[in-house]
Each structure stands twice: as structure tokens, then as C-alpha cells.
């Protein structure tokens, strides 16, 4: 892997693994290029929300086919305090740093969603990481902050992180800036430009950032009830930010058709204005574009409720992830309650077409186990190989949430998954010889959540 | 001090003793209890048990609870302190069966 675009040294043929002037990659088409298959993959384990007296953990997972401890958890760094709840994390540094010399991606900042506690782990020895800094949750409450959620590392070297609440667990929440110390700056946006806050993207080229949201942390950290929805305690907006300034711009209120607008997707090229959010209640796929000046945004895959015996409403499929290729040519995305992973070709970014599906675990999926072991709960948190030919899945969603709709899961843990994606036809099949089975941990069985691979990804990478 | 009964649904039953400037899950982590928690502040309800008998001050809203929650005794032991003798049944299910569900 080499990276010489801005480097001084660009004239120097001789490139090893860590001998790039910045992080990351030129284009999104040379982390294609360049990126070797992943060999090791970063997992968030979690204890949260279960009997098991035992800290929440970052797992190393060998996803080398060559090695002898494929598709097994080789190292765990295990947090300092229990209750955590790690879920999503981030890097210090990526493609939208590659100018910057002398910064490296090294670093992972892993939030406890709970706990509002920041941990900082030195990546340096790739499968021995090393946890190096915690910032305690007190420090985090001093700026009326709390709910750490979506980490992206901001150019220059600095790191923002989407806040749901505030100090109690309230709205509004915002966003939190550390310095390349991994210290807190303080707040990114004035208060009250938004009320709920959850996953979030930025595009500097158009010099605009979207956000979007999840419900008070109050209200979602308990588990979920219908009746927060019909009292309007779940969000429904998008915020699109000028990235610049730290201030919303305009908001697009998506009504019922948008609820639970969770995860945010920019295309990867850094002129598109295109992009997408998966309302996970309302189980559509929203697209979002710049026209005329301004951001229109509308479902463009809707996916169907579908009755089961044991419910006294229809069930919503649930797409709770949604992720786009590395060469922005298909989105992927996982219906947890329903049990599917899937894809869709977005050569024409408002017009998706299916190209495949798996069928796999949740409340319907036609494959129930995998190597003999029990699938509970559906595909989740996604990540894909920067080629785009290797797509894995976790399986659970958050603590409470899966202690309701999945309770199995904590006795029987997590898994995580593969599927071999065919991206010149457009196909997908699962890869029944990977099995990580999260639930013969030893102190436990364990979830699992986020993924990550050490030279970047899918939905941690973006470019200036 | 108030001495507290921490009952587990298989049975376990552990009496701790709990001083007016500790909650229950910071007196049961002196005892080396491992009780579930998550936030410690009141909001995220994974400490949820339920009080049965004797009575609970908390130095701030249990606000992880709704009413109802409130009316059927579950209580948030990262928050709350003894005033009495308590019995309080703990593990992490009470968090799910707190909650109203979509299926029949």
C-alpha cells in the first residue's frame, strides 16, 4: 500500500506498509487499488445489559484465509470500567487527512455509549492493540454533553464525535471535537441548532455535513416502546449542516415515511451531493441529492412490513445499516428484524435496482445456522472490503433492544458472518466456512457490534 | 445502616449493608456483587430491578422510568439508596420485561 499524492517524496518508488506521507488514500478508487484483502478485522464485544460481570472489549478477529487462526478472536483489549456499551467507534485519521504528513491511521477512539466514557487504543501492533487513554465521563459531562455515537476524524488531525443527549441523558444533544491529543476542544456546534442528534457525514468538497436521529438517549437507552413513536419521541429530520460554519442550513422533515433515520451515507466520491439514510422504523431507504440549491431527500426502497404469529402488528424489516461500496456502485444494507442482507446496484443513484439478497437469521430468514450454530437476531452492522468483494456482518443491535426482540441473544451471543460478493454480476453468497462465534468468549457469551479493518473502510473514509 | 436483600430469579440471595452516602450498586461492587449497570446516572435503565419491600431515596430523577415502570416497583439501583431495610430483586432481564413489547 503506498500513498504518494502529496508526499515530497512522491518520486520514490519504494513503498512499504506504513511509508505514505498521510493517512489513507488519494481517491476512493486508489484505496481500492492499493488496499490489500483485510487480514485482521476490529470488532466491538459487549457484556453490557447481560449477567456476564464482565467489561465490554474491542475483539482482533483473523479474517486472513491463509492463517491457521482464521475467522477466530485472537486478541481482546478489555475496557477498564464495565458497562460500556461500546457500539460504534473511529479512527484519529483518514483519506480526508492525506495531506497531512507525519499523521497516521493508528489510532481507534471507541465511545461506551452508556457510559459516555472515550477510550483511546494504539493500533501501532496491529493484532496486540494496546488501550492507551480513557476519558472519563465526567470530563464529557462538563460540556452538556453525553451519548457518544459516530466517530469521524475531522481534517487537520482533529476527531468529532455525535452526541445524542445532554449531561442527563436529555435533548439536545451535538457534537464533541478532541484535538490530535485525543483531549476534549470542547463543543463543535452551538447549542440548539439541533435537538436529537445520532449518526452523521461530511462531504468538505460541498462543504456540507448530514445528520440525523435517533430519540433522547433517556428514551432509546430503556429499549423501545411504540408509544415514544406515537408520542413523537423518535426523530424523523435531517439536519444538512454548512460543514464550515457548524450551523444547520436546512431541514427536511421526512414525516412517518422517515422515522428513525439512522444510519448516513455520502457517496464516496468527494463531488457527489448524492447519498442515502436508512429509516429504520419506517424500513425505507432514503435518498438524498442537492438540486437546485437545496437538498431534496425521498424513499426510493421501501421495504414491506410482514406479518408473523407471534406479533400483534405487522413487522417492520428494520434496516438498521446501510453502507455504499467503495467505487459507489451498490448499496448494501442489513434488515435485522426481518433477517436479510442485501444489495442494490445505485449506478443511478436515484433510481436503485435490487441485485441481490441473503436471507439469513432474524424473524424470517430462510438460513436459521450457520456451521450448526444457532443464528439469533439478524444481520446488523455491516462492513465490506474495500475491493468490495467480502461483506461481513454482526448481529446484534444494542443491549436493550436486543434483550427484547432477541433474547436468546444473550445467553447465546453474537456471531459474525461473511458473504462473498461477485460485484461484476452483481450477486452475493454466504461464506458458510466463516463463522466468529462471539458466544464462546470466555468470560461469556458476548455481542458483537461495529467492524473496522486497519487501513480503513467503507464508512469511516472520506476524501477532501 | 439499612441492610439490603439482593435476589436473583435462580434462587441467589445476597444481604449487604448499604451507608447513606453509597447506592445499591456501589455498595454491592464494595461487596464484590457485579450487578448490571450501564449509564450511572439514571438514564439508561440497565440496572433496572425491583424494589419489594422497605423504601429508596435517589439523588437524581430515575429518568430511564416511566410512571408506569415507577407504579410497578422497578426501581434504578446506580441511583438509589436505602432508607429502610430493603428486599430488591436484581439481573439484567428486568431491563426487557420493564418494557411493553409488540409481540403477543
Redesign the interface.
Same mark, same amino acid.
Given at each position: 500500500m503506498s500513498d504518494t499524492h502529496s508526499s515530497p517524496d512522491a518520486g520514490i518508488q519504494e513503498h512499504h506498509e506504513h511509508d505514505h506521507e498521510g493517512p489513507g488514500y488519494a481517491t476512493p478508487q486508489a484505496a481500492i487499488e492499493e488496499a490489500e484483502p483485510e487480514k485482521t478485522a476490529y470488532v466491538m464485544g459487549l457484556y453490557?445489559?447481560?449477567?456476564v460481570?464482565a467489561s465490554d472489549f474491542l475483539a482482533v478477529v483473523d479474517v486472513d484465509p491463509e492463517s491457521e487462526t482464521y475467522s477466530e478472536i485472537i486478541d481482546r483489549v478489555e475496557m477498564p470500567n464495565?458497562?460500556?456499551?461500546l457500539h460504534h467507534f473511529g479512527w484519529n485519521a483518514c483519506s480526508s487527512s492525506c495531506h497531512m504528513d507525519g499523521l497516521e491511521r493508528r489510532h481507534l477512539v471507541i465511545p461506551g455509549q452508556?457510559?459516555?466514557r472515550i477510550h483511546i487504543v494504539d493500533t501501532k501492533e496491529r493484532r496486540d492493540p494496546e488501550l492507551t487513554k480513557v476519558i472519563e465521563?465526567e470530563e464529557v459531562y462538563e460540556h452538556d454533553l453525553?451519548a457518544p455515537h459516530t466517530v469521524h476524524c475531522v481534517p487537520d488531525g482533529e476527531i468529532m464525535i455525535s452526541m445524542l443527549?445532554d449531561a442527563?441523558?436529555?435533548l439536545p444533544g451535538g457534537f464533541l471535537e478532541l484535538n490530535d491529543n485525543f483531549e476534549i476542544e470542547g463543543r463543535w456546534d452551538p447549542p440548539g441548532e439541533i435537538q436529537m442528534n445520532y449518526d452523521y457525514w461530511y462531504q468538505p468538497r460541498q462543504n456540507v455535513m448530514l445528520s440525523t436521529e435517533w430519540a433522547a438517549?433517556?428514551t432509546y437507552?430503556?429499549?423501545?416502546?411504540?408509544?415514544d413513536v406515537e408520542e413523537g419521541k423518535y426523530g424523523q429530520q435531517l439536519h444538512f449542516w454548512d460543514w464550515e460554519a457548524g450551523t444547520v442550513e436546512q431541514t427536511i422533515d421526512l414525516g412517518e415515511q422517515g422515522l428513525i433515520p439512522l444510519e448516513a451515507r455520502f457517496l464516496h466520491t468527494p463531488e457527489s451531493t448524492h447519498g442515502y439514510v436508512g429509516a429504520a422504523l419506517s424500513s425505507n431507504i432514503i435518498h438524498f441529492a442537492e438540486r437546485d440549491g437545496e437538498y431534496h431527500a425521498e424513499p426510493v426502497i421501501e421495504f414491506d412490513d410482514r406479518e408473523?404469529e407471534?406479533?400483534?402488528?405487522p413487522v417492520p424489516a428494520l434496516p438498521t445499516d446501510i453502507l455504499i461500496s467503495m467505487d459507489d456502485r451498490y448499496l448494501f444494507g442489513s434488515n435485522w428484524l426481518h433477517g436479510e442482507a442485501w444489495m442494490y446496484d445505485i449506478s443511478d443513484p436515484s433510481n436503485p435496482r435490487k441485485a441481490d439478497s441473503i436471507s439469513i437469521g432474524g424473524l424470517f430468514g430462510d438460513i436459521s445456522e450457520v456451521q450448526d450454530r444457532e443464528i439469533v437476531g439478524g444481520p446488523q452492522m455491516l462492513q465490506l472490503s474495500l475491493d468490495g468483494e467480502r461483506l461481513y456482518w454482526t448481529t446484534s443491535l444494542f443491549?436493550?433492544w436486543d434483550?427484547?426482540f432477541f433474547?436468546e441473544m444473550?445467553e447465546k451471543g453474537s456471531v459474525m458472518l461473511k458473504a462473498d460478493v461477485d460485484p461484476r454480476k452483481g450477486t452475493m453468497s454466504l461464506d458458510e466456512d466463516f463463522l466468529v462465534d462471539f458466544g464462546e468468549c470466555e468470560a461469556g457469551p458476548a455481542r458483537a457490534h461495529e467492524i473496522r479493518w486497519p487501513d480503513g473502510d467503507c464508512t469511516s473514509d472520506v476524501w477532501q | 445502616m439499612p441492610e439490603v436483600t439482593l435476589l436473583w430469579r435462580d434462587g441467589r440471595e445476597e444481604r449487604i449493608t448499604v451507608s447513606a452516602d453509597e447506592t445499591i450498586l456501589t455498595g454491592a461492587e464494595r461487596e464484590g456483587i457485579?450487578l448490571?449497570?450501564?449509564?450511572?446516572? /439514571? $438514564?439508561?435503565?440497565?440496572c433496572?430491578g425491583r424494589l419489594l419491600e422497605g423504601e429508596l431515596e435517589f439523588e437524581?430523577p430515575q429518568?430511564?422510568?416511566?410512571d408506569g415502570h415507577r407504579e410497578d416497583g422497578y426501581v434504578l439501583t446506580c441511583i438509589g439508596t436505602p432508607a429502610t431495610d430493603c428486599r430488591v430483586a436484581v /439481573? $439484567?432481564?428486568h431491563?426487557?420485561e420493564?418494557?411493553?413489547?409488540?409481540?403477543?
Amino acid at each position: 500500500m503506498s500513498d504518494t499524492h502529496s508526499s515530497p517524496d512522491a518520486g520514490i518508488q519504494e513503498h512499504h506498509e506504513h511509508d505514505h506521507e498521510g493517512p489513507g488514500y488519494a481517491t476512493p478508487q486508489a484505496a481500492i487499488e492499493e488496499a490489500e484483502p483485510e487480514k485482521t478485522a476490529y470488532v466491538m464485544g459487549l457484556y453490557v445489559g447481560t449477567d456476564v460481570d464482565a467489561s465490554d472489549f474491542l475483539a482482533v478477529v483473523d479474517v486472513d484465509p491463509e492463517s491457521e487462526t482464521y475467522s477466530e478472536i485472537i486478541d481482546r483489549v478489555e475496557m477498564p470500567n464495565r458497562g460500556d456499551e461500546l457500539h460504534h467507534f473511529g479512527w484519529n485519521a483518514c483519506s480526508s487527512s492525506c495531506h497531512m504528513d507525519g499523521l497516521e491511521r493508528r489510532h481507534l477512539v471507541i465511545p461506551g455509549q452508556r457510559s459516555s466514557r472515550i477510550h483511546i487504543v494504539d493500533t501501532k501492533e496491529r493484532r496486540d492493540p494496546e488501550l492507551t487513554k480513557v476519558i472519563e465521563p465526567e470530563e464529557v459531562y462538563e460540556h452538556d454533553l453525553s451519548a457518544p455515537h459516530t466517530v469521524h476524524c475531522v481534517p487537520d488531525g482533529e476527531i468529532m464525535i455525535s452526541m445524542l443527549g445532554d449531561a442527563d441523558g436529555e435533548l439536545p444533544g451535538g457534537f464533541l471535537e478532541l484535538n490530535d491529543n485525543f483531549e476534549i476542544e470542547g463543543r463543535w456546534d452551538p447549542p440548539g441548532e439541533i435537538q436529537m442528534n445520532y449518526d452523521y457525514w461530511y462531504q468538505p468538497r460541498q462543504n456540507v455535513m448530514l445528520s440525523t436521529e435517533w430519540a433522547a438517549p433517556k428514551t432509546y437507552y430503556p429499549g423501545f416502546d411504540l408509544e415514544d413513536v406515537e408520542e413523537g419521541k423518535y426523530g424523523q429530520q435531517l439536519h444538512f449542516w454548512d460543514w464550515e460554519a457548524g450551523t444547520v442550513e436546512q431541514t427536511i422533515d421526512l414525516g412517518e415515511q422517515g422515522l428513525i433515520p439512522l444510519e448516513a451515507r455520502f457517496l464516496h466520491t468527494p463531488e457527489s451531493t448524492h447519498g442515502y439514510v436508512g429509516a429504520a422504523l419506517s424500513s425505507n431507504i432514503i435518498h438524498f441529492a442537492e438540486r437546485d440549491g437545496e437538498y431534496h431527500a425521498e424513499p426510493v426502497i421501501e421495504f414491506d412490513d410482514r406479518e408473523h404469529e407471534d406479533w400483534d402488528i405487522p413487522v417492520p424489516a428494520l434496516p438498521t445499516d446501510i453502507l455504499i461500496s467503495m467505487d459507489d456502485r451498490y448499496l448494501f444494507g442489513s434488515n435485522w428484524l426481518h433477517g436479510e442482507a442485501w444489495m442494490y446496484d445505485i449506478s443511478d443513484p436515484s433510481n436503485p435496482r435490487k441485485a441481490d439478497s441473503i436471507s439469513i437469521g432474524g424473524l424470517f430468514g430462510d438460513i436459521s445456522e450457520v456451521q450448526d450454530r444457532e443464528i439469533v437476531g439478524g444481520p446488523q452492522m455491516l462492513q465490506l472490503s474495500l475491493d468490495g468483494e467480502r461483506l461481513y456482518w454482526t448481529t446484534s443491535l444494542f443491549s436493550s433492544w436486543d434483550n427484547q426482540f432477541f433474547p436468546e441473544m444473550a445467553e447465546k451471543g453474537s456471531v459474525m458472518l461473511k458473504a462473498d460478493v461477485d460485484p461484476r454480476k452483481g450477486t452475493m453468497s454466504l461464506d458458510e466456512d466463516f463463522l466468529v462465534d462471539f458466544g464462546e468468549c470466555e468470560a461469556g457469551p458476548a455481542r458483537a457490534h461495529e467492524i473496522r479493518w486497519p487501513d480503513g473502510d467503507c464508512t469511516s473514509d472520506v476524501w477532501q | 445502616m439499612p441492610e439490603v436483600t439482593l435476589l436473583w430469579r435462580d434462587g441467589r440471595e445476597e444481604r449487604i449493608t448499604v451507608s447513606a452516602d453509597e447506592t445499591i450498586l456501589t455498595g454491592a461492587e464494595r461487596e464484590g456483587i457485579g450487578l448490571p449497570y450501564g449509564c450511572k446516572n /439514571g $438514564a439508561c435503565g440497565t440496572c433496572v430491578g425491583r424494589l419489594l419491600e422497605g423504601e429508596l431515596e435517589f439523588e437524581r430523577p430515575q429518568r430511564a422510568l416511566k410512571d408506569g415502570h415507577r407504579e410497578d416497583g422497578y426501581v434504578l439501583t446506580c441511583i438509589g439508596t436505602p432508607a429502610t431495610d430493603c428486599r430488591v430483586a436484581v /439481573g $439484567a432481564h428486568h431491563q426487557a420485561e420493564m418494557m411493553s413489547t409488540p409481540w403477543k
